[in-house]
């Protein structure tokens, strides 16, 4: 237990007489500064984790992007610190320090919080802080860039289980991208945020500097990726089978029977300019047609008749032409299309029909 003053000021003044030419001594040397005795942090070593990856879309303003980091928590404890001190009583000023590097160019969204910068173009980090708000004065260990915590006051004269109040104390903290100008997709180091001090203010003469650190708060690595589309599973490869019918179905050049629709899904993000581009490499005279092969899985195919795909509006593709389909939107995309019999010639014949088309999805 710590002993009061009054006990403490006793052993004192018998020790005074015998130690009075020592404090002679001493008086006449200048006075040095030591480092605070140090604090408790826990943990030691406390990580934020923003959600990964966060996706970018074309045309994204600048910024908060993706969502903040689950919030995470330090708590600082002084009381061994003051145990172990030789003062009637301690006032640790807890501190912030060793700030990663501050991007003062780019206010925080809404005025709150730092900007720290990252090894990605175009990428921050917002750094917020509750119940002391994350700022970037001189209020870090010994002038330095940092903020203060608060402080927790000890005092010998108070009841054991009240030497020091408060006592802890905890900050806890969030994080949050932001883009900042034009981004290039990467993942972000392991940024080490800030450390952890405490200043020791006292009356018994001794000056003190800043501890060394308590702890530290890190950031872990984020993927930063630009949104793009895909192909859903269901489309990469599509079986279209017509309707059997009779050759009386196509009694001339250009008729048309069996007409049966089909789609084609991507997932997109929004944003994006979309064209589709179809092509094969068996195309017939007319428009949007596919010739069939000249044998099929079930035996050699009809005479005169192909297949001919048509677009939502029932118009006929143009095969190897990008066709526009506006702006993505967030989510899946389904493309309609229907393939139909399509007589390439006169009379035509029975047997199976086979061909085979091609899709490309371009977005920018």
Do not use: H
Request: charged fraction near 5%; aromatic fraction near 6%; proline fraction near 8%.
């Amino acid at each position: 237990m710590k002993p009061g003053r009054f006990a403490r000021c006793l052993t004192r003044a018998v020790q005074g007489a015998l130690l009075a030419v020592a404090l002679l001594v001493l008086a006449m040397r200048p006075a040095f500064a030591v480092k605070s005795p140090a604090c408790t942090a826990s943990p030691q070593s406390q990580a934020i984790s923003i959600p990964s990856p966060v996706g970018i879309s074309p045309g994204t303003s600048n910024g908060k992007i993706g969502q903040p980091s689950p919030p995470v928590t330090v708590s600082i404890d002084c009381l061994n610190a003051f145990m172990n001190t030789v003062n009637y009583y301690d006032y640790f000023n807890l501190q912030t320090g060793n700030i990663s590097a501050i991007d003062f160019a780019n206010a925080p969204p809404g005025g709150v919080g730092i900007m720290l910068q990252t090894n990605v173009p175009g990428i921050d980090v917002l750094l917020t802080a509750t119940p002391s708000q994350a700022s970037s004065g001189n209020n870090g260990p010994n002038g330095t860039i940092g903020w203060s915590l608060g402080t927790v006051k000890c005092d010998s004269g108070n009841s054991p289980s009240n030497y020091c109040i408060p006592n802890p104390i905890s900050e806890t903290f969030t994080a949050q991208l932001v883009k900042t100008g034009t981004v290039s997709p990467g993942t972000t180091n392991n940024i080490q945020i800030l450390q952890f001090f405490d200043t020791d203010n006292n009356q018994q003469g001794i000056q003190y500097t800043a501890s060394n650190p308590l702890g530290k708060l890190t950031l872990n690595p984020v993927t930063i990726s630009a949104n793009t589309c895909n192909v859903t599973a269901g489309s990469s490869n599509i079986n279209v089978i017509l309707p059997t019918i009779t050759t009386n179905a196509l009694p001339s050049t250009g008729s048309v029977a069996g007409q049966t629709a089909f789609n084609i899904q991507y997932s997109c993000s929004v944003g994006w300019s979309l064209y589709m581009t179809m092509s094969t490499t068996r195309p017939g005279a007319a428009t949007g047609v596919i010739l069939s092969a000249a044998t099929c899985t079930s035996g050699t195919s009809a005479a005169n008749i192909g297949i001919q795909v048509l677009q939502n509006n029932l118009q006929p593709v143009q095969f190897d032409a990008a066709q526009p389909l506006g702006s993505s939107p967030n989510g899946v995309l389904t493309l309609n299309y229907y393939a139909q019999y399509y007589a390439t010639g006169s009379p035509t014949g029975p047997g199976p029909v086979c061909g085979t088309g091609t899709f490309t999805m371009s977005y920018q």
